[in-house]
């Protein structure tokens, strides 16, 4: 039997073949860095001046709709200077049944617009990301550590952060 | 004269009626709840830090103790999302198998959650009921796997060991007294006037703002979003049995206990048709030798097996470079993991999309309006696991 | 509190000659650890999956009851038994000893499952390695979680523990001289 890695509504190689993809690069107000495809997932890139744009394009657009914001996340690249951390948005459409990875690359310190207009989801997930790794997200209603406790000093997921933690017992 | 102002209740962490260790500032006016904040991270551990300095095998025991009630569905996220990022095949039989043991997790999953959230509300029977039947669950668990909540069953490429034999007779035999017990329930709660009283119209969320909390799993189709992934992504064997997903629209702690219940009998469906179905055939995909041990008497005849078994026992599996996000409707909603890897051994970034923190977040919009004595009415009718939602 | 005497456990006893048959012959020390030990009152304390298998044994399979145990107390100031039953963490650190100060002597504590006792597979930076770095132990159960059937094991051991209680101290206690009694900075 073939393993169809693809379960979502967009079967394609090409990643811009993939209506958001397509849509954000006919947007001039959105410009997509680069885009990629893996094991049938496509994922674009936005610079932060853009990404609340692209965002509120995508789900307001009626023939993209991705109403779902399912995940808030991060990852952290200490090598690449400039633009250390990766904000990665996954998206999906209940409508049309399809999924998109919107990543924005961060440099440290550098703030990013939260999205939480957009989706309520979003308020715990930034806060968790703010209090794993201290990301400033501008203009969210409760930004402070989540299931961290309140007098914790660093962020966890850090590269640099021991696994076991500063503090001996 | 007495000055009237708005009360802050602490709830918790260390309470009755909350489903582990969870902290609810509840503000009221009088009675009537003003706002709740839920204050978590007392079961905070650290899997995602942790994940990142095992390799990918040994961070399958701790998808177990995520969600410590489903972790046949937690381990299969995660096997799914290691799947996708190898590119490897699952033989037939071990799909199926794989499929029997997260419906059973379901069933399990959905049992204590209503046994708790009526054991909340006062119901004490149901919850005694519901251990009962859980007990049946954990012995066909405990034959097939070894443990008796924590699986640890499955593996890149299939599962770590056959079914016994009999096991289809063994869960055949569940599956027929299983139903009239549900019905006993229902006898029990559905149109009984107190959990009526109890239950209906409380929690409220509607479908735009259950849409825009990202709301997933039966907490989601009791406010009238129709969306299962098992039928609309369909992975492991569920694009070979017919599905009916139950949706109610009364947006209250009432309906999402009804999908509940209807998901338990579709379950009860669902292993039966797996059980008739099911292929013979081997139980991991042995072709794959760079990531799947091979079989122990190979490793003691051939060289190679030799070489593979030592490289994956002492190094660990080695993906390629990628990142994969695969997710899968568990029993609270959709879990998922998103994988990213740089070619080691050891996972870069493993992030888990929890099912039930997501859906916590809403009691701030469910809670106002409702009295202080419907707050655990509320909390049990999400169905929270404190596991997931601190990792 | 309870100290394990040199002394073997009194046991109950009966007469057995006919004119005596009716008659019990105990000491007083035996009948109050006989009475604590049948009647403990656990502490509501599950805070992770050991939680669930610890529900488990009260449940209708792993009858808690035929020990007596079965009636747990929400509230510390009633209870006298704590089975920490999961990760402690940082964050939960203070609570767990407010909670066990908060319980009236003579009370027990059992570590079940191995978060409990050594903080298990979580050697985290928010994990607290060991429930006895914050309260005295009386019981480790192993496991992850433990089988119903451990934990009944350990609840046994817990109840042979109480058996050799000494309730009445024959000999004074040594006090240090210029002790004047737990205050606030030094409770112990």
């Known amino acids: 039997m073939t393993v169809n890695w693809n379960r979502q509504n967009f ?87 399809m999924r998109i990875k919107v990543k924005v690359p961060l440099a440290d310190g550098q703030e990013i617009r939260s999205v939480v207009p957009l989706w309520a989801t979003a308020g715990w997930l930034e806060r968790e990301v703010y209090d794993m790794f201290g990301i400033p997200f501008a203009g969210h209603p409760d930004q402070r550590r989540i299931v961290n406790p309140p007098n914790f000093e660093g962020h966890p997921l850090r590269k640099e952060f021991p696994v076991q933690g500063r503090v001996r017992w | ?249 009364d947006c209250d702690a009432y309906s999402r206990w009804r999908v509940r219940m209807d998901e338990m009998r579709e379950s009860v469906n669902i292993l039966r048709q797996l ?77 888990v999309r929890p099912s039930c923190f997501v859906n916590l977040q809403a009691i701030q919009k469910m809670g106002p309006g409702n009295m202080m004595a419907d707050v655990p009415a509320i909390i049990g009718s999400i169905d929270i696991v404190l596991g997931e939602i601190d990792r | 509190m309870s100290t394990i005497g040199k002394n073997k456990p009194t046991r109950v006893y009966r007469k057995k000659k006919p004119q005596e048959a009716n008659i019990l012959l105990t000491t007083a020390s035996a009948i109050i650890n006989h009475s604590q030990r049948s009647s403990l009152m656990p502490l509501t304390f599950g805070l992770a999956c050991c939680a669930i298998e610890m529900i488990a044994t009260a449940g209708p399979r792993f009858d808690l009851s035929r020990f007596g145990w079965e009636a747990y107390r929400a509230t510390p100031r009633q209870a006298d038994l704590m089975i920490v039953a999961g990760t402690v963490t940082n964050k939960m650190a203070p609570v767990v000893k407010k909670l066990y100060d908060q319980m009236a002597e003579p009370k027990w504590v059992i570590a079940m499952g191995s978060c409990a006792i050594c903080g298990g597979v979580f050697q985290t930076y928010s994990v607290v390695p060991g429930v006895n770095h914050l309260i005295p132990v009386d019981v480790y159960v192993p496991g992850c979680p433990p089988r119903p059937e451990a934990l009944i094991h350990g609840f046994m051991t817990l109840q042979m523990k109480i058996d050799q209680k000494r309730n009445f101290s024959v000999s004074p206690v040594k006090v240090e001289p210029g002790f004047r009694g737990p205050t606030r900075k030094e409770p112990f």
């Open chain 2, 1 to 249: 004269m007495a000055k009237q102002e708005i009360m802050t209740l602490n709830v918790g962490p260390h309470h009755p009626s909350t489903h582990g260790v969870l902290r609810l500032i509840v503000e009221l006016d009088g009675e009537r709840v003003v706002s709740i904040t839920p204050d978590i991270g007392y079961l905070h551990r650290g899997i995602e830090k942790l994940s990142e300095s095992k390799k990918f095998l040994q961070v399958l025991p701790l998808t177990d103790r995520m969600d410590y009630m489903s972790s046949g569905t937690n381990n299969l996220a995660y096997i799914l999302a290691v799947e996708k990022l190898l590119g490897i095949e699952v033989p037939p039989r071990a799909r199926f198998i794989r499929t029997i043991m997260a419906e059973i997790t379901r069933i399990n999953s959905h049992l204590l959650g209503i046994g708790s959230a009526a054991g909340d509300c006062g119901a004490v029977s149901m919850l005694l009921y519901s251990l009962r039947e859980r007990e049946g669950c954990l012995d066909l668990f405990d034959e097939t796997t070894g443990g008796r909540m924590m699986l640890t069953y499955y593996r890149p490429g299939g599962v770590a060991n056959d079914l016994l034999p009999g096991f289809e007779n063994r869960l055949k035999a569940f599956l027929d007294k299983f139903p009239k017990k549900l019905d006993e329930y229902d006898t029990l709660l559905k149109n009984n006037r107190i959990w009526l009283k109890r239950q209906v119209g409380i929690g409220y969320i509607s479908r735009e703002d259950a849409l825009s909390y990202g709301l997933t799993g039966p907490t989601a189709r009791g406010s009238g979003i129709d969306r299962d992934i098992r039928r609309d992504e369909p992975y492991e064997a569920y694009d070979e049995v017919e599905i009916n997903v139950p949706v109610y629209t």
């Open chain 2, 275 to 351: 059980i008739a179905k099911i292929p013979d055939g081997p139980y991991i995909n042995h072709e794959a030798a760079k990531y799947v041990l091979p079989e122990k008497p190979r490793v003691k005849d051939s060289m190679e097996a030799l070489i593979h078994h030592f490289k994956l026992v002492v190094e660990g599996l080695a993906p390629p470079r990628g990142e994969v996000y695969s997710s899968i409707e568990g029993p609270k909603g959709e879990i998922g993991f998103y994988i990213v890897s740089d070619g080691t051994p050891h996972p870069y970034r493993m992030r």
């Open chain 1, 11 to 97: 079967s394609g190689e090409d990643p811009e073949q993939h209506p958001a993809v397509a849509a954000l690069r006919r947007n001039p107000g959105t410009p997509v860095k680069e885009v990629a495809i893996f094991r049938g997932e496509v994922s674009a890139v936005i610079s932060p001046e853009h990404s609340t744009e692209a965002l509120t394009l995508l789900r307001d657009d009626p023939a993209l709709a991705f109403d779902l914001l399912v995940d808030v996340t991060a990852v952290h690249w200490p090598e690449r200077e400039g633009a250390e951390f990766d904000v990665v948005y996954q998206l999906y459409s209940h409508g049309s049944r």
